[in-house]
């Protein structure tokens, strides 16, 4: 008897696992659309010189024992006139906690300005950033452990030339971190019209719970979900429950989906997904 646990993204993406997670799009917002400025975006060449990543400020490195924890990213940016990185977003993700600190990391760079016949434009680059870290445990004020991720040495990043550059462009908002506190539903765009569903580019297989395997459970839950404006996962919840561990393990699965966010318009745009995840036995 086989087992599958499927996640399989339908808006316009395609499935890499061995079996299906169904992505429905919500109907369009209401919400008006706000008007942004597009803006000129160019690629270093002859006639335009390139940004150059200035030193890196960091908090001290972790120096004890702990668990290594490496691995490298490449994301997609476009550099504005003051030299702020802006429309951060995945070419290459880890797919584990790391993509996270390579998007603070490049959140954090500031560049000297790419220019045409001296003066300051938006240019677009790719930047490959590799991370050496350490999982340090720690302890909340419950006594309960905790763990994050604690550099261990400064990351080695590379400019390159991004293939296909966009020719125009809206430029996000210059902090890009999605705050659930500070957000609601009805400001969410939804996929439809101008605005362009995102585009999976790392996958995982969700797992079968020992529980539900020991008892073969099969069924299917719903979980919703807001893919940022750096297309990472956000806001992961179970909507209808299946039990016995299999919520978890689809939560678990679709917060390690990395996208090319939603875009409206040549600007990227957080939008709520709703994923139907199949537990079957064949």
Known sequence: MRRYGSIAFVIALAASCSGAQQVTPQPAS?????????????????????????????????????????????????????GKPRNIMFIKPQGTDLDKYALRIAAADRFKPGTVD?????????????????????????????????????????????????????????????????????????????????MVLNSVEVQFSQEARAKKISGTCMVSLIVDTQGMPQNVQVTKKLGYGLDEEAVAAVNQY?????????????????????????
């Open 258 to 282: 990395r996208f090319k966010p939603a875009m409206q318009n040549g600007g990227p745009v957080p939008v709520k997904l709703t994923v139907e995840v199949n537990f079957r036995f064949d």
């Open 30 to 82: 209401a919400t008006p659309d706000v008007p942004h400025e597009s803006v000129k975006v160019y690629s270093p060449g002859p006639a335009v010189t390139a940004p150059e990543l200035l030193p890196l400020s960091l908090a001290s490195l972790h120096t004890g024992r702990c668990n290594k924890f490496d691995g490298r990213a490449t994301l997609s940016l476009l550099v504005d006139t003051t």
């Open 118 to 198: 001296g003066k300051p434009v938006v240019v677009a680059e790719s930047l490959d950033v590799k991370i050496q870290s350490c999982v340090v445990e720690s302890k909340d004020s419950s006594g309960a452990k905790t763990y994050s991720l604690q550099l261990r040495s400064a990351p080695v990043q590379q400019l390159e030339t991004l293939p296909q550059p966009p020719e125009q462009a809206v430029l996000a908002p210059e902090d890009e971190s999605w705050d659930a506190s500070a957000s609601s539903d009805q400001h969410l765009l939804h996929v439809g019209g101008a605005v362009t569903a995102p």
